[in-house]
Nanobody
Framework: QVQFVESGGGLVQPGESLRLSCVAS????????MGWYRQAPGKQRELVAH???????GYADSVKGRFTISRDNAKNTWYLQMNSLKPEDTAVYYC?????????WGQGTQVTVSS
C-alpha cells in the first residue's frame, strides 16, 4: 500500500504560477509511472501530466506548454510546476500512479485561479 500526500495548492490570480508537490509514503521509484490528475466541480477527474519510469513526460493538450511534471527520486517526490494559470485550471489536483490505482487516491490539493 502507498499513500500520496499532495501539497502546494492555493488561490492565485490568472497568469501566476504554483508548484505542487506529491510525496509517497514509501519508495516507489521504478515501480510505477506517475501522473498528476485534476477534478473540477461537476467534471470527471482527468489526467493532466504523466512521467514514465524512464522519465518521459506527457501532457494534456489543455496544459501543454504551461505545466511541467518532474520528480526527485531521492526525496520520493513528484512535482507539477504550473505557469500561466487560467481560471479553467481551477480544480482539486491529485497524484497517483498512471494508470491510477484506486486505493492510492489521496486528499488532493485545491488550486483556485481567480481575479
Amino acid at each position: 500500500q502507498v499513500q500520496f500526500v499532495e501539497s502546494g495548492g492555493g488561490l492565485v490570480q490568472p497568469g501566476e504560477s504554483l508548484r505542487l508537490s506529491c510525496v509517497a509514503s514509501r519508495t516507489i521509484f521504478g515501480l510505477y509511472a506517475m501522473g498528476w490528475y485534476r477534478q473540477a466541480p461537476g467534471k470527471q477527474r482527468e489526467l493532466v501530466a504523466h512521467i514514465s519510469r524512464g522519465g518521459s513526460t506527457g501532457y494534456a493538450d489543455s496544459v501543454k506548454g504551461r505545466f511541467t511534471i518532474s520528480r526527485d527520486n531521492a526525496k520520493n517526490t513528484w512535482y507539477l510546476q504550473m505557469n500561466s494559470l487560467k481560471p479553467e485550471d481551477t480544480a482539486v489536483y491529485y497524484c497517483n500512479a498512471q494508470p491510477a490505482i484506486m486505493d492510492y487516491w489521496g486528499q488532493g490539493t485545491q488550486v483556485t485561479v481567480s481575479s
